[in-house]
Every structure is written in structure tokens, then in C-alpha cells.
């Protein structure tokens, strides 16, 4: 298993201001994910960090407002840029501890909870 | 477009009894399904899963089914306990690195 802490846990924010959320990992590892979950809606990828080289980003999210950093095999930022209310999320930091499709080893963060103003 | 939906927001069930949780997904081209469950202030932990070549798959309380003709898959716990109180996500795969996961339902449940 894999122990993911996140933070901040939670914060309120001006729009019109940045946030970095901190992803920590107690082990190596090569694939990390950044999910968002607005209020009543889905799990939603955001972007997949890997280390030494830029994340992928999925359709609808671009590295101008959502930039991540993947310094090591340990560690990631997501910063959420420019921030309007739209963005009050819960944004998650998860990682596959297998290879290929072993789902079962994806591990999840607690989150961050975001409410702009 | 929301590709797999969890159009229960809400379940609430006597301790005791059987819980069953339902998922729908409209891609034809996912073949792997997770359920995830969520306590408050927590990360979701995988639950159960079950591939698009089976109908079942069981584990322990859990049960979950799959039918593929109609794009439908359940998770059943039995008995149910206050501790399977949480949020349940769907999850699905179409073989590329990444979840397409519903909204959740959250399960109380009844002492």
C-alpha cells in the first residue's frame, strides 16, 4: 500500500489568486494523478504526472491553469492558477503502485478542498 | 457527457439488511469496473472489480454484477454494517491509463 498525504487539506481563496497543493508519497513511484471533483459531480482527471518529463494533460484542463511540477518519484505539485469560484473543488493526488491495468493498486490522497471566493 | 453515472445521490439501509448500490455507463468500449468507497476527510480505497468478461464477482459482503447488455453494473453488500457508511464510486476503464468515475453515491446505514 502506499500512505499520500496532501496539503493544504483545505483553504479559502480569493479569486483571481493561485494555490499549490503538495501530493507526498512515502514510496517511489512512477505514475501520479491529479483528479478534481467539483460539488455533486464526478471524479474528473485533470492530469497525469510523471516524473522527468511534462504531465499529460486530459481534454478541457491546459497546464496555463492547472501547471504541475513532478520534482521526484516522491513528490507533486498542482497549482491552480487564476482562480475563479468555478474552481471550489476537492482536488485529489493518486498513484498506481502496479503496472499496466493492476486499478486495484491506485492509491488516493485525502484531498484538498478548495472554496474560492 | 457524462460517461458512467450514479444517478442515486443518496441510499439509505437498515443494519442488517441488503444494500445495492447502481452504476450506468454509456461507452461500450470500457471493459474493466471498480467500485471505490470514501470515508469523510479520506482518499477513495478500491473495493471490488470486476472485468467485462465475467457477470460476477464476489468478495466476501460484496457482491458486484455486471451486465454489459445493458450497460448496468451493481455492488450488493449483505448484511449490511454501520461501517459500510460512506460514498461509493463507480469506476471504469477502456484499457488506457485512466478512471471514468461517477458521482457517488452515499450509503447510511441504520442501526
Known amino acids: 500500500s502506499a500512505v499520500i498525504s496532501q496539503k493544504p487539506s483545505r483553504d479559502i481563496c480569493q479569486r483571481g489568486t493561485s494555490l499549490t497543493i503538495q501530493c507526498q508519497v512515502d514510496?517511489?513511484?512512477?505514475?501520479m494523478f491529479w483528479y478534481r471533483q467539483q460539488p455533486g459531480q464526478s471524479l474528473t482527471l485533470i492530469a497525469t504526472?510523471?516524473?522527468?518529463?511534462?504531465?499529460?494533460?486530459e481534454s478541457g484542463f491546459v497546464i496555463d491553469k492547472f501547471p504541475i511540477s513532478r520534482p521526484n518519484l516522491t513528490f507533486s505539485t498542482l497549482t491552480v492558477s487564476n482562480m475563479s469560484p468555478e474552481d471550489s473543488s476537492i482536488y485529489l493526488c493518486?498513484?498506481?503502485?502496479?503496472?499496466?491495468?493492476?486499478?486495484?493498486?491506485?492509491?488516493f490522497g485525502p484531498g484538498t478542498r478548495l472554496l474560492v471566493l | 457527457d457524462q460517461q458512467v453515472k450514479q444517478n442515486s445521490p443518496s441510499l439509505s439501509v437498515q443494519e442488517g439488511r441488503i444494500s445495492i448500490l447502481n452504476c450506468d455507463y454509456t461507452?461500450?468500449?470500457?471493459?474493466?469496473f471498480l467500485w471505490y468507497k470514501k470515508y469523510p476527510a479520506e482518499g477513495p480505497t478500491f473495493l471490488i472489480s470486476?472485468?467485462?468478461?465475467?457477470d460476477k464477482n464476489e468478495d466476501g459482503r460484496f457482491t458486484v454484477f455486471l451486465n454489459k447488455s445493458a450497460k448496468h453494473l451493481s455492488l450488493h453488500i449483505v448484511p449490511s454494517q454501520p461501517g459500510d457508511s460512506a460514498v461509493y464510486f463507480c469506476?471504469?476503464?477502456?484499457?488506457?491509463?485512466?478512471?471514468?468515475f461517477g458521482q457517488g453515491t452515499r450509503l447510511t446505514i441504520n442501526p
Open positions: 469506476a471504469a476503464s477502456d484499457g488506457a491509463q485512466k478512471l471514468v
Open positions: 493518486s498513484v498506481d503502485l502496479g503496472s499496466g491495468r493492476a486499478w486495484e493498486t491506485q492509491y
Open positions: 514510496s517511489q513511484v512512477t505514475m
Open positions: 461507452n461500450s468500449m470500457f471493459d474493466y
Open positions: 470486476i472485468s467485462s468478461i465475467k
Open positions: 504526472a510523471n516524473q522527468g518529463s511534462e504531465a499529460t494533460y
